[in-house]
Nanobody, 119 residues
Framework: VQLQAFGGGLVRPGGSLRLSCSAS????????MAWFRQAPGKQRELVAE???????IYADSIKGRFTISTDIAKNRVYLQMNSLKPEDTAVYYC??????????????WGEGTLVTVSS
């Protein structure tokens, strides 16, 4: 299974982008769907995570500006990013974590899509 993220690009401060991520085939036992990002010279960090059927968490730095949404049936996850700031510049990665009834887990990662916020 491969995840493909797209929707990144160059945007001015204050602008918006919507990232999308889809899987090459069906994924069973999805436990969480998430977006991470990695800025130049920094570690990868969690941006938003939807714990399916439970709750959604957001990094403090993007609360109120970004919204994660999912379509489990289509194995898709989205990230609506509003009021973008230069510090949001990073490569954004989608992630799907699965957990089956026997406790087996699997982490799927997309290749990343670059978001650049600059005037």
């Amino acid at each position: 299974v491969q995840l493909q993220a797209f929707g990144g690009g160059l945007v001015r401060p204050g602008g918006s982008l919507r990232l999308s991520c889809s899987a090459s085939q069906n994924i069973d036992n999805i436990n969480t769907m998430a977006w991470f990002r990695q800025a130049p010279g920094k570690q990868r960090e969690l941006v938003a995570e939807e714990r399916i059927g439970r709750r959604t968490i957001y990094a403090d730095s993007i609360k109120g500006r970004f919204t994660i949404s999912t379509d489990i049936a289509k194995n898709r996850v989205y990230l609506q990013m509003n009021s973008l700031k230069p510090e949001d510049t990073a490569v954004y990665y989608c992630n799907v974590f699965t957990l089956d009834g026997l406790g087996s887990t699997h982490d799927y990662w997309g290749e990343g899509t670059l978001v650049t916020v600059s005037s």
